[in-house]
T-cell receptor, first 113, second 114 residues
Framework: KQEVTQIPAALSVPEGENLVLNCSFT??????LQWFRQDPGKGLTSLLL?????REQTSGRLNASLDKSSGRSTLYIAASQPGDSATYLC????????????FGKGTKLSVKP | DTGVSQDPRHKITKRGQNVTFRCDPI?????LYWYRQTLGQGPEFLTY????????KSRLLSDRFSAERPKGSFSTLEIQRTEQGDSAMYLC????????????FGPGTRLTVL
């Protein structure tokens, strides 16, 4: 059974710092991995999607990497800003699945001015 | 492109009542998903449609839950005889099954069962 773990559960950093969020999954047979952002009481915003054949994806100050064999992904946020404060969720789509995602519990990020 | 929309955004009901939620996916998206999220947890998959066909259901989807997607457009999720344990955020997502198949989520419906 695929399980997704995110460490740390919460992170507080001063504005301007670069930071890394970690995601691990137990079964390397995945179709893709997606990172989301969730603001309090809101839905999810897709940030980056990495296909199983890819090693990384970049969008602006965000960079996500995937090491499928070791069951790990990282989300790197450069030059953090207070507006980056949110919960970041990692989700994997298992290989052979019809499309449902399996989520971690998220990392709650607070960027202090 | 207005994104995925859900209605209502909030629903408060008494235990034992029936509730129905609606999701309108991004136009042209042929896949539609329902998830449930409780406080401090990641979303959990409930069910999934490709066009009008319901192709997968989670074990979380008890007999009190039913979902439809008539004509492959909007979808409804009905919960019968609600229980306090049904209190959660119900999220809908849609995707276009071609290439990346990125899922785009709606704002969610927050259900509170008293």
């Amino acid at each position: 059974k695929q399980e997704v773990t995110q460490i740390p559960a919460a992170l507080s950093v001063p504005e301007g710092e670069n930071l890394v969020l970690n995601c691990s999954f137990t079964d390397s047979a995945i179709y893709n991995l997606q990172w989301f952002r969730q603001d309090p009481g809101k839905g999810l915003t897709s940030l980056l999607l990495i296909q199983s054949s890819q090693r990384e994806q970049t969008s602006g100050r965000l960079n996500a990497s995937l090491d499928k064999s070791s069951g790990r992904s990282t989300l790197y946020i450069a030059a953090s800003q207070p507006g980056d404060s949110a919960t970041y969720l990692c989700a994997v789509r298992p290989g052979g699945s019809q499309g449902n995602l399996i989520f971690g519990k998220g990392t709650k990020l607070s960027v202090k001015p | 492109d207005t994104g995925v929309s859900q209605d209502p955004r909030h629903k408060i009901t008494k235990r034992g009542q029936n509730v129905t939620f609606r999701c309108d996916p991004i136009s042209e998206h042929n896949r539609l998903y329902w998830y449930r999220q409780t406080l401090g947890q990641g979303p959990e998959f409930l069910t999934y449609f490709q066009n009008e066909a319901q192709l997968e259901k989670s074990r979380l989807l008890s007999d009190r839950f039913s979902a439809e997607r008539p004509k492959g457009s909007f979808s409804t999720l009905e919960i019968q005889r609600t229980e306090q344990g049904d209190s959660a955020m119900y999220l809908c997502a849609s995707s276009f099954f071609r290439g990346a198949d990125t899922q785009y989520f709606g704002p969610g419906t927050r259900l509170t069962v008293l």
